[in-house]
């Protein structure tokens, strides 16, 4: 009996999806909504107004979708900086970081602008400024200083909100709000002439929409800290997503009924109101909504102030909170100086991310102008969204084998492209609203990349999810085409040789033998050695055969999934042609060829060549089944570098069904002539049958081996339908080798994303 | 009625819309794969 107890801790789950819902809507509910009302109605107009707020829920909820698919994979505290380290690695996850910082404390800066300016309206109402012996304008920006070094101290003494509460106050002030949206509809109920505030509807026209719906974004970014409860939520892989997309759904009814609201609350010809209503309501800019809401609703001020009150507050607590948490994050990944991740002994709170944080958020505050701060913070998040959407592309093509999903988006890859698309649109059409964001953000962005290249890279700590090279040999480059050859035990580096050693001699290529490590969860990097001797064997038993002939390099890593491993690998070493070998049938019956090749043949930026049986025989006779496939000009390739020089012949051969209009004769003579393959040894041959897998079988049994293009359909397609060279390679008895030829464009952006 | 208050009730209609499936489809998987306890997202696929 183990005479050690191990002890395991762990944060406790308690948050239910209400309250994590409600955290959501309450960082959305902050400010944006409040002070972009008057602003929005101001440049766009009254239609403009509504629209905005319905155009930026439909990117809010195609960046939610990315959110939901990341958190229900990656369920852990960090949000974004997460999903970047899994998806990228290192660099992108500390731009993310460093952007989710600047981000949530200049969002902080806005909440706390946002109460200042409805705080300094009412005192203004009530007459208490006349006290005051101070320009409004200091009296604004002293109160935004206040609220935010009050809720720096509450931070600093550990006492957030907690989630009960802040549910509630975000429940009352969702209520409140969609009370207000109700009243204003039973209003034009009773009052349709209100209705005429709507005209004209787009005043300024559509590219005013653009700017608006850029500046206001930022009242659509609660995912994060949503994200940000992963190791505290119940069953999160369930209740992460639901949570973004319920309060997305929320808060954009909310911000159209109220926006609807605001435009008919005032009528027109009625005391005060000069002119059209639209246009007396964007006079007043950020407190445009306040105006409005007064003439709505009995004591509409006092209520609203309150409202306001609670949402700014309660957003700036949050801000605060998750802005800590990612600059302490990155200090304690060392990802920028472990200084940062220092703790308070007393308060038990990182005081100096804290204080940085703070330092930040009071500048903003103090120096920006309310469209700049809202500006700023727009723009740091669109471009964290924009990355969020890559993100989830890359690490559903990379990962999603190995993550275990709670939810996947409809219509992948199109929403997330569509969002990084409009997200783009919005962030460069924000520098007709400001010009001092479009210069911090880039500015911004440049000094993290600065810091990660000179302090970062050197200095952070790795994570389990990373490949690592255990041993490398590297020769000089000696040939422009590279071959990487998979070698996993002795006995499969065997029975690659003698193909390897064809193909390369025919492409005069450059040989890197790799082997992949796969290290268990439980077992940390530093014993990954223990597992690399078979690899090392396979290396030397292949080396053997191939040294005396090709220059090599030889590689073993370490990874905790092979199909992942080599990919990264081909990435790097920027290689041509993959060959690997196949055991002959999937153990998991959602693979068509098996774990690893099924991936590889899917993600790999380059041709691929995948051999059963294929380095131990001569071959005299090769039969290449073709159906006018990008596979198939690849396959008569490699068919011909494989034929006996001597009496060797290729048989192309395809089965028709009727209505094929697939010309086999063009299509060969078409690749003869550019493979400079020679006349005589290949023949063609066409069978009607409409068994086309038993039909191919048949024939294959008269040769030594076949070669086949893989299927080149969407990955959905594949998963979802059985294809035929996979379906015949499972029952095919011959040698075989399935080949898949890197298309250009595609390679390329594989290599890139 | 004016073209661009036409287009842009249009646009609000279709967003609002767009929103409301795309939340009510989400939960309807959300569920699904919790029911069946959650895997890879090529078991998923080939589930759903």
Known sequence: MDDKIQISSELSRELTLFQITMMGLGMMIGAGVFLGIGNSIFLAGPGGVVLTFVLNGVIAIMTACSYAELSSAIPHTGGAYNYARVGFGRGTSFLAGWMEWFASSVAGSLYAVTFAVYITRYFKILGLLRWVPLPEHFVEKSMGVLIALLFLYINYRGASETGKVGAFFTFGQTLFLIAIGVIGFIVVIKDPSRLQNFKPFLPYGWSKLLVTMGFTYVAFEGFEVIAQTGDEAIDPRRNLPKAMLYSVFIVTITYVVVSFAAVIAVKAGSPGVEGAPWHWIGQFREMGFGEAISRLIPMGNLFLTLAIIFASTSALNATIYSATRALYALGRDRMVSPFFSKISRKQKTPWVSLLFTGILLIVVVTLLPTIDVASSASMMFILLFF?????????????????????????????????????????????????????????????????????????????????????????????????????????????????????????????ELLHMVVVPEQIPISDADQYMWEGKEAIVEAMLYLRPRFPISTTIRYCRNVARGIVASIRQKKIDMLIIGWHGKPKAPAFRLGSTVDPVIERAPCNVVILRDGGKHDFKHILVPLAGGPNGGFALDVANILAEKEGGEITAFTVKRGHDKFNLENFVNTHRERLKINPEIIRIKSVHSLSVVDTILEESEQYDLVVLGCTRRPFIYKVTHESIPEIFARKCRKPLIMVKSAARIESWVKRWI | MEKNALIGILLIISGLGFITYLTFWSRRIIERIAKKSSRSMREILKDI
Not at chain 1, 395 to 411: A, I, S
Not at chain 1, 429 to 456: D, K, N, R, T
Request: proline residues 5%; hydrophobic residues 50%.
């Open chain 1, 387 to 511: 990355l969020v959407n890559i993100c989830v592309i890359r690490v559903r093509g990379n990962m999603g084998d190995e993550l275990t999903y709670g939810f996947l988006m409809p219509f992948f890859p199109y929403l997330p492209i569509i969002a990084i698309v409009c997200q783009a649109i919005l962030a460069v059409w924000l520098i007709h609203m400001s010009l001092i964001a479009w210069i911090i953000s880039p500015v911004w962005i440049i000094a993290g990349v600065l810091i990660y290249h000179f302090y970062s890279k050197s200095h952070t700590v790795t994570t389990k999810d990373e490949i690592h090279i255990i041993e490398e040999e590297t020769t000089p480059d000696a040939q422009d085409y590279r071959v990487m050859v998979a070698v996993a035990n002795p006995q499969n580096a065997l029975g690659m040789v003698n193909t390897t050693r064809e193909l390369c001699k025919a492409k005069n290529a450059q040989i």
